[in-house]
């Protein structure tokens, strides 16, 4: 009896002993974790204004809280709200975009002022002396314009509400940009004696929910900027396309450095194979022109998804049909990303 009992004693302390150890790492998390662990979307901690005005992070979510984080560069505080004379004659958009093979949306507004406006700055660049601007110049214009910015970042605040992860909120920009239809705009400019369309700055192709390869390329980029990703824009001459590049250690675009991401339509990022129409593939090395600096993209599911739907493609050209086995693949990544038709090139 003295052995049963001396058993159920040492057994009691080691229970004992093991609640303590939980209650200590619940009171260590409670009460001494680093607080840089709470933090929104963003980065910004809990209770404080975000680098962006006029965003507040109040318990995980950032809101706009004028009266005190103030309000950015042109606007003015207005009913607690920022107001700027492009605020005006306001519509709602939706923008469709696909997580974790969820369809959901964000509904998100914007003013016919603002469009207007940014449909009437110039579209060229004029240097003194003999510089000649490059590509990546025109491309830095369009993203890089300030009251543009700051029209658009309520939008980039609701994809860092949406989702913790850098990860998630990158793919979030990915897919609304490539759900956005694909189509040229109704706008032109004088060249000479005809009328051209003319590119669209990303304000207008939110606007317009309508973009080509190059103006969709140009949003994406933005969005992901402000994500705080390291972004490029690929350009293959050969076959007159843009896409878009992530900074990613494994699985970049010919050795750029780059995971490539089609914005024309919905596709897998790392998805360098597609198929355009008139069966076209890219296959021309890219000018890569460089966005922004930042963050990479880590290692994503997606890279392994993709190269399945490389295999998948290999295997239709090669014997012209699917297996059970490979249809049921192609079907399950088809509804995961809300994969569809042919491809724009453009």
């Not at 302390?13 to 200590?24: M, Y």
């Not at 958009?93 to 696909?98: D, K, N, R, V």
């Not at 700055?121 to 214009?141: A, H, M």
């Not at 694909?182 to 009328?195: E, L, P, V």
């Amino acid at each position: 009896m003295k052995l049963r009992g001396g058993f159920l004693e040492g057994k009691f302390l080691l229970i004992f002993a093991v609640v303590l150890v939980f209650l200590g790492v619940f009171l260590y998390i409670k009460f001494f974790a680093d607080e840089k662990d709470l933090v929104c979307g963003d980065g910004t901690l809990y209770d404080e204004c975000s680098l962006n005005k006029p965003y507040y992070c109040k318990d995980g979510i950032l809101l706009q809280n004028p009266p005190t984080c103030g309000c950015p560069l042109g606007f003015n505080e207005k009913d607690g709200s920022c107001f700027s004379d492009l605020m005006q004659q306001e519509k709602t958009i939706s923008l469709q975009y696909i997580l974790n093979g969820e369809i959901k949306k964000i509904d998100f507004v914007v003013y016919d002022n603002a469009d207007s406006y940014f449909s009437n700055l110039p579209r060229e660049i004029n240097y003194q002396g003999n510089k000649t601007p490059s590509r990546v110049d025109f491309k830095l214009k369009f993203i890089e314009e300030e009251k543009q910015r700051n029209l658009i970042l309520p939008l980039v605040a609701e994809i860092q509400n949406l989702a913790e992860s850098k990860e998630d909120q990158a793919r979030i920009a990915v897919s609304i940009v490539q759900n956005i239809e694909w189509g040229d705009s109704n706008k032109t400019i004088k060249f000479g004696r005809s009328y051209l369309n003319y590119s669209r700055y990303p304000y207008e192709v939110l606007y317009e929910t309508r973009g080509l390869c190059g103006e969709k390329s140009q949003l994406l980029a933005f969005l992901l900027k402000e994500l705080g990703f390291e972004t490029a824009i690929f350009y293959n001459n050969a076959e007159n396309h843009e896409s878009v590049g992530i900074k990613c250690s494994s699985n970049d675009w010919k050795e750029t450095g780059y995971c490539f991401v089609e914005t024309s339509g919905p596709a897998i990022i790392s998805d360098n194979s597609l198929v355009y129409s008139g069966n076209v593939i890219l296959q021309s090395m890219p000018d890569v022109l460089k966005i922004s600096e930042g963050n990479e993209l880590g290692k994503i599911r997606e890279y392994s998804d993709a190269e399945n739907m490389m295999k998948i493609r290999e295997k239709i050209q090669n014997d012209g049909m699917l297996n059970f086995y490979y249809k049921w693949k192609y079907e399950r990544l088809k509804k995961k990303y809300g994969l569809g038709g042919d491809y724009q090139i453009g």
